[in-house]
């Protein structure tokens, strides 16, 4: 007799672990709180789902900020290329972009949970939709589960697969957590992960809707740099957001939870200071009668002179062969340092990930099972760990749900 499994989640984790179990021959059932499977996975990449990175397996953990030597087993049982192979197979074709990035040649995310989709049903995999679970335990040899309906299920293996409180419209609501801490796992605190941050500045909503691209940008706590890259960012009304900001707030964001940081923004960084100077000096040659208002457009963005005029304390009316060297240098300091404070990340809501989960301590990472229930496991965003942007998230995915369907089944 197969052995039964229950996987609570049809999310990527959860759906892998449910192909993994049941490729082993074991009966899976597959237990969704939504309408339909994968609805997270629908909006990932803004609709196009970034399925996972083409870089060398080795360099995937690089892109893990949280435990990611936890994950060593589980990504090397199911590695990146593993993945692709799964869904070429299962009639979603890919394609590989800038930065290691893997789509579907589609470009729709419903091509990937088609391809899912696909492989339980040729699995024979039991998918039940709309069912919330209600409680879950442990009963001698058995897990017990009860959903909101008042509906009973019981398996002899159980994986949750649940996810985190990224995206609640996707029905993220931290259920797992509380199934895990039932059992007597210990939860990392959550914050969101992959988010854009609230700023202090007044000047900041005049900026709505200006992207930057290739900028540094610098974020330290007193003297201590925190995070420092280049890539684009984007101001919005309440603060800053674009993909450079989004890494940013996974690095440093725990600390930004518990104070203000600040953030210097390098919008010359191909220049040093000295070359800049001489820039500035070249354009104000050839602009020589012109007011410092309208010296700059070829300097920055429209949008951004007037702040950064507000900022450099230059009268806007003076003309720029009446500039002095130190006003220079104050218009240098802002250019290579534009100034921000970030007061806080923004919310669940908008956050692509969730931080925190089930503490790795407690779980055996060569199988993904729990250390204080035999035949639990856990698998994707509802453990703690987390990466960054690119399909490193979705990786994690993967990995964790097929090693943990697989440790299930044998």
């Known amino acids: 007799m197969s052995k039964e499994i229950i996987v609570a989640g049809g999310g990527a984790a959860g759906m892998m672990a449910a192909v993994a179990a049941a490729e082993l021959g074991c009966s899976v059932l597959l237990l969704e709180r939504n309408e339909k499977l994968g609805k997270k996975l629908y909006i990932t990449g803004k609709g196009r789902c970034n399925v996972t990175n083409a870089c060398d397996t080795k360099e995937l953990f690089e892109h893990m900020i949280k435990n990611p030597k936890f994950m060593y087993s589980a990504v090397y049982t199911y590695d990146n290329f593993r993945v692709m192979d799964f869904f070429e197979k299962n009639g979603v074709p890919l394609k590989t972009e800038r930065g290691g990035r893997v789509f579907p040649v589609s470009d729709h995310s419903s091509d990937v949970i088609r391809g899912l989709e696909r492989a339980l049903k040729r699995l024979n995999v039991k998918v039940k939709l709309g069912t919330r679970i209600a409680s879950c335990e442990k009963i001698k040899d058995r897990f017990q589960l009860k959903d909101t309906s008042g509906n009973s299920y019981a398996s002899d293996k159980l994986i949750l697969a649940t996810g985190g409180l990224s995206y609640p419209s996707t029905g993220s609501s931290g259920d797992g957590y509380l199934f895990a801490e039932a059992f007597g796992h210990t939860i990392i605190s959550q914050s969101p992960g992959l988010v854009a941050m609230n700023t202090q500045e007044d000047y900041i909503p005049k900026l709505q809707g200006l992207s930057l691209k290739n900028v540094r940008a610098v974020i330290s706590d007193e003297d201590k740099v925190l995070y420092d890259d ?95 060297k130190e006003e220079r240098k104050r218009l240098v300091d802002i250019m290579k340092g534009f100034p921000v404070t970030l007061i806080s990340l923004r919310g669940f809501d908008e956050a692509v990930i969730t931080r925190g989960g089930v503490n790795v301590k407690e779980m055996n990472p060569s199988a993904m099972e729990s250390k204080l229930v035999e035949g639990l496991y856990f698998a994707g965003e509802l453990i703690d760990v987390d990466a960054l942007t690119g399909g490193f998230n979705l990786q994690i995915a993967w990995s964790s749900g097929y090693l943990a369907g697989m440790s299930a089944a044998e």
């Open 230 to 324: 280049f890539g684009e960012l984007m101001f919005t009304h309440y603060g800053v957001s674009g993909p450079l900001m989004l890494r940013a707030s996974s690095i440093a964001g725990s600390r930004l939870i518990k104070k203000a940081l600040k953030l210097r923004i390098d919008l010359k960084p191909a220049l040093d200071r000295q070359q800049l100077d001489k820039r500035i000096l070249r354009d104000f040659e050839e602009n020589h009668n012109k007011q410092f208002k309208n010296a700059l457009n070829r300097l920055m963005p429209s949008k951004l002179i007037p702040v950064v005029i507000e900022l450099s304390k230059i009268f806007p009316d003076k003309k720029v062969n009446e500039i002095t």
